[in-house]
């Protein structure tokens, strides 16, 4: 780490709280088994064949042991602990923020380097068909995930007492998701905003609450899964009734805002903001791995600011490896989080 | 004449179901480097889900009538189909697997239908059929009566696309023309809804005769499941329209168009069968329906879709009958 980062972010400030929500996302985006998969994308291309290959063969010859991303003849720097794709969507988020959501995304249309979730390639294929938001998100086979509740954390941080917060993260979750794909980025940015200004988890936990009715899929969700973590009373004990309560076993795609982000919100409040108590639990819960660690270090590193982080994980998780959007590789997420100020 | 009417349109959907099989999750090159032309049943092989869920829906019908609920929709679930899965869960769509999952959490109509992430499963459409069937003649009934068994299972888009099956097969029933089936259909749903912009999209590349503009519009390429309602309904239409409402153009042309082919045909048997009536399906087809296996449901194994629709008519009619409110 480069000295002087975090000399100019004293502890207990508002900008060390927006650090801590975008390493805190880093942290957790690192921490899930999917991390090295995406970034795997960084590897020739043979690399993942093989590795389908050798699925396969440890399949016909009833092996346990599988083979998870590897770099054969490769560089081994993309497969080291690192951040990847929430990381990077955040990240892009926070440096187009001014633009106007939809313009922002259309300049993505036509590129063929990007790794992103079904959701934003749907949404990209609506644009380019003159499908504008909110059209853009809705007619979208999974207007349901979490893609936009990962980019509201840079809204809340670049403008939590901002009244308008949430007609500009409405704006920007419309154009690649709906219905409780919206809700979920509502509330997020609400939780990250009250945190970032200084409020408490519970605060921040209520003010998430308050932007998703309960008639919705996310909102039961979302109290269901914090009366199962208060009942276990902490964050790793709670992980077997988050499991059983929250997630769907019918559909593997393990990004479904009505999923990550109840996991996220309960397991920041059972641990009392504390990263290293949240994040490594919430990567236990390894359907959601994907991005519900992510988001619980976006609630906790807000909680606390980037200084309580350890040390390590900061090092491991600040910098951007391009592996979902290219031009972001060596990017600095605490140089970016600066940016916002 | 509506009782061929419903037998044809119940045996329209098993054909189209057992005919577009082996095409399910195939784009239109790879069927015909297959097939040719997919326009036979493969012998012995009959129908999946599609026939199955829609003698399910019958047989609700026939028990509650217009006045089912959706607590007697899920009482049904728990009773009739819950039970009977031993192990895995065969030949459903996601929507009911889903469904069933949700009910065993405890939960009730409509977050069953909301909890789990696949509202926008073809699931309710491809059983739809028997409400249109039972609310002849009346499209706004018969979506009202679909969404009841459908909020169990589905939410939002997958709820429309059930709405504009059932409100365009009560139409069909008429004898209606192909062009005003489909606009019933489309009337059912909100006009601001995906299954309503990709119908209107569907009826303008049909009628510019463009596969490729009917693929461009409708059909989600980048997601790797081809049951979104939204996109089957629209195919499905597709096919009906591209068949002039005949039997078999109708169910072939749907079927060649890929994708979910089973319930796309079956749907597109149901409207054309609901039509024509049941002399029209091709008989080397009929011949080839035979009672259900219950593979998927096995609660309606050994029934017939031609004795289902024979019943679903006569509860119909004892619905509509004057006397039916006489004092007991």
Known sequence: MQSGDRTKDAPGTAADRVAGAFVGLAIGDAAGWPSARHRSTLLAPWTRRLERELDAFAEEHRLTTLPVPFTLNQPVEPLALGPSDDAEWLAWTALTLHQDRAEAFTALGGRSDLRVRISVRSALANLAAGKPPPVSGHDNPHHFDDAAAVRAVAFAAAAPGSAALPDLVRADASVTNSGDGVLGALAMAAA????????????????????????????????????????????????????????DHVYSYGVAAAQTVPAALALAEVSGGSLTA??????????????????????????????ALPEGWCAAARTLTGCGLPELAGADLIDIAGGLA | MSLTRARGCLLGLAAGDALGRPAENLPPEEIARRHGRLTEIEPGKGGTDDTEYTIFAASLLCRYGAAMTPADVAREYREQIIPSIDGPMRGAGFSELGAVQ??????????????????????????????????????????????????????????????????????????????????????????????????????????????????????????????????????AFAGYLMGAGEVEESVVS?????????????IAGALAGAGRGEAAVPARWAREIGPATGRCLPVVAGRHVLDVATALYAASQNAHAPDDEAPR
Do not use: K
């Open chain 2, 254 to 266: 749907a079927a060649n168009l890929g994708r979910d082919a089973d319930t796309t045909a079956a």
């Open chain 1, 192 to 247: 990250v905003a009250v945190l970032v200004a200084g409020g408490t988890m519970g605060a921040a936990v209520e003010a998430a609450l308050a932007e998703l009715p309960g008639d919705t899929a996310i909102g039961h969700a979302a109290r269901t899964a914090l009366t199962a973590a208060r009942r276990a009373g902490d964050p790793f004990a709670a992980v077997p009734a988050l499991d059983a309560a929250l997630v």
């Open chain 1, 278 to 307: 949240a994040v490594p639990a919430a990567a236990c819960l390894s359907s959601l791995a994907d991005s519900a660690p992510a988001l619980t270090g976006a609630l906790t590193g807000a909680r606390t600011g980037l200084r």
């Open chain 2, 102 to 235: 949700a009910l065993r959490r405890g939960l009730a109509p409509p977050m069953s239908g909301e909890w789990h992430q696949h509202g926008w499963s073809d699931g309710l459409a491809m059983r739809a059929a028997p409400y249109g069937i039972f609310a002849a003649g009346d499209p706004g009934e018969a979506a009202r009566l679909v969404a009841v068994d459908g909020v169990v299972s589905n939410g939002v888009e997958g709820v429309y696309g059930g709405q504009a099956v059932a409100a365009a097969v009560a139409v069909a029933m008429t004898g209606a023309a192909p062009a005003e089936v489909v606009q019933a259909g489309l009337a059912a749903v909100p006009e601001d809804s995906w299954t309503s912009r990709n119908l209107r999209a569907a009826v303008d590349a049909v009628a510019a005769g463009s596969v490729e503009r009917l693929y461009a519009a409708v059909v989600v390429r980048h997601y790797p499941w081809t049951d979104l309602a939204p996109e089957a309904v629209a195919l």
